[in-house]
T-cell receptor, first 110, second 115 residues
Framework: GEDVEQSLFLSVREGDSSVINCTYT??????LYWYKQEPGAGLQLLTY?????DMKQDQRLTVLLNKKDKHLSLRIADTQTGDSAIYFC??????????FGKGTRLHILP | KAGVTQTPRYLIKTRGQQVTLSCSPI?????VSWYQQTPGQGLQFLFE???????NKGNFPGRFSGRQFSNSRSEMNVSTLELGDSALYLC??????????????FGEGSRLTVL
């Protein structure tokens, strides 16, 4: 079955890079996503990567995909206080179901 | 374009009661998915509806049910509420075509507390 795993907490100093990691199990996943949830709000798509890509860059965000190891990462460069949120990794499986990880809470240290 | 709207935003029920939550998707979106979010389990997939048909289902008991209307609006129902059903219930819509990116647009959720 599908399963998405990610660490629950990450603390990063302001101005440093944040790297959030995720592993998934469905080798037939077509798209992989990173969503952001700010306090009291629903989730919002940050970025996505198609399964035939290795890397995608979008301003401060870099997504790396290792299909062999079923590993996805999100790097946020120059982390700011506004980046404090919960980040969810998600995969879209062959049945079009989108499954989320438990979320990584990113805490920014001054 | 209006976003995904969920009602009610907050509600309190007691064990054994039933509850109905409503979701209005973004105009033109034909797929509506429901997720349960709890601190311990994260975001768990309940079900997805597309053109009034359930297209996918998660691993929840039969007490959890849903439906979709011809205007794409969706409702989910939980019967015989248990304390463990206390959660934030999130609705998300997408266009629904199998070849699209699958981006989900989320509502702000309905926070259910079961006493």
């Amino acid at each position: 079955g599908e399963d998405v795993e990610q660490s629950l907490f990450l603390s990063v100093r302001e101005g440093d890079s944040s790297v959030i990691n995720c592993t998934y199990t469905d080798s037939s996943s077509t798209y992989l996503y990173w969503y952001k949830q700010e306090p009291g709000a629903g989730l919002q798509l940050l970025t996505y990567i198609f399964s035939n890509m290795d890397m995608k860059q979008d301003q401060r965000l870099t997504v790396l995909l290792n299909k062999k190891d079923k590993h996805l990462s999100l790097r946020i460069a120059d982390t700011q206080t506004g980046d404090s949120a919960i980040y969810f990794c998600a995969e879209r499986g062959r049945d079009d179901k989108i499954i989320f990880g438990k979320g990584t809470r990113l805490h920014i240290l001054p | 374009k209006a976003g995904v709207t969920q009602t009610p935003r907050y509600l309190i029920k007691t064990r054994g009661q039933q509850v109905t939550l409503s979701c209005s998707p973004i105009s033109g979106h034909r797929s509506v998915s429901w997720y349960q979010q709890t601190p311990g389990q994260g975001l768990q997939f309940l079900f997805e509806y597309f053109s009034e048909t359930q297209r996918n289902k998660g691993n929840f008991p039969g007490r959890f049910s849903g439906r979709q209307f011809s205007n794409s609006r969706s409702e989910m129902n939980v019967s015989t509420l248990e304390l463990g059903d206390s959660a934030l219930y999130l609705c998300a819509s997408k266009q629904g075509a199998l070849l699209d990116t699958g981006e989900l647009f989320f509502g702000e959720g309905s926070r259910l507390t079961v006493l």
